[in-house]
């Protein structure tokens, strides 16, 4: 129960707040950078919703306070960065 919570509310947060570069081999250094940083910020706060969401569920699942949920953060956007470069590109669409 409660990693399909966590994953439910990571799905509907990174769905309604997209911070991840389009093409992050492409992309100059510098944006990947600004975005990780918002990413991790972005990822933090959803651990700690989900902290919350669990407590008023009575999920079982609870996050130690902020540096847990940074640590939390960290390791899901770095995962995510690390398989969005190691993954297939989006194929750029042509205007024809």
């Known amino acids: 129960?409660?990693?399909v919570l966590a994953?439910?509310?990571?799905l509907i947060v990174n769905q309604l707040i997209h911070t991840y570069p389009s093409a992050?081999?492409?992309a100059p250094p510098g944006a990947p950078l600004v975005l990780a940083a918002i990413g991790v910020l972005q990822d933090t706060l959803v651990w700690?919703?989900?902290s919350w969401?669990?407590?008023q569920l009575d999920a079982g699942l609870h996050v130690d306070?902020?540096?847990?949920?940074?640590l939390g953060g960290l390791v899901v956007r770095a995962s995510v960065l690390v398989l969005?470069?190691?993954g297939p590109q989006?194929?750029?669409?042509?205007?024809?």
Not at 7 to 10: A, K, L, P, S, W
Not at 65 to 70: E, H, M, Q, R, S
Not at 90 to 96: A, K
């Open 1 to 3: 129960m409660e990693v």
């Open 7 to 10: 994953g439910t509310v990571f």
């Open 24 to 26: 992050i081999r492409t």
């Open 48 to 50: 700690l919703l989900v």
């Open 53 to 55: 969401i669990g407590s």
């Open 65 to 70: 306070g902020f540096l847990a949920a940074l």
């Open 84 to 86: 969005m470069a190691l």
């Open 90 to 96: 989006p194929v750029p669409e042509t205007d024809s």
